[in-house]
């Protein structure tokens, strides 16, 4: 039997994301905030996903597009209270 090996990306091709909590749990209301101000390629180019961690709603965007989403945020009245290059730097 053979055994699948996991291809892996080398680090210099890795996105660099920023992982960041909201003051909102309404996972709907977040994506079309951003979707209304930075549109479809903004919202692709931040490669923008949740995750769920210790019952907690986590937001996780690319680097150089955490500020275009942190104002489409805030447009609609969505504050980031903390934002960090780690999810267990969140928690600190």
Do not use: H
């Not at 660099?16 to 079309?32: G, H, L, P, V």
């Amino acid at each position: 039997m053979e055994t699948k090996k996991k291809l892996k990306l080398i680090p210099a091709q890795r996105d660099n994301r920023r992982y960041f909590f909201m003051n909102c749990e309404d996972k709907n209301k977040i994506e079309k905030a951003i979707l209304d101000y930075i549109g479809v390629l903004g919202f692709s180019k931040s490669a923008f996903m949740f995750l769920e961690q210790n019952d907690k709603l986590i937001g996780s965007c690319t680097r150089e597009e955490l500020e275009p989403v942190r104002s489409s945020l805030v447009w609609k009245g969505i504050k980031i209270q903390k934002a960090s290059g780690t999810i267990a730097g969140l928690f600190r």
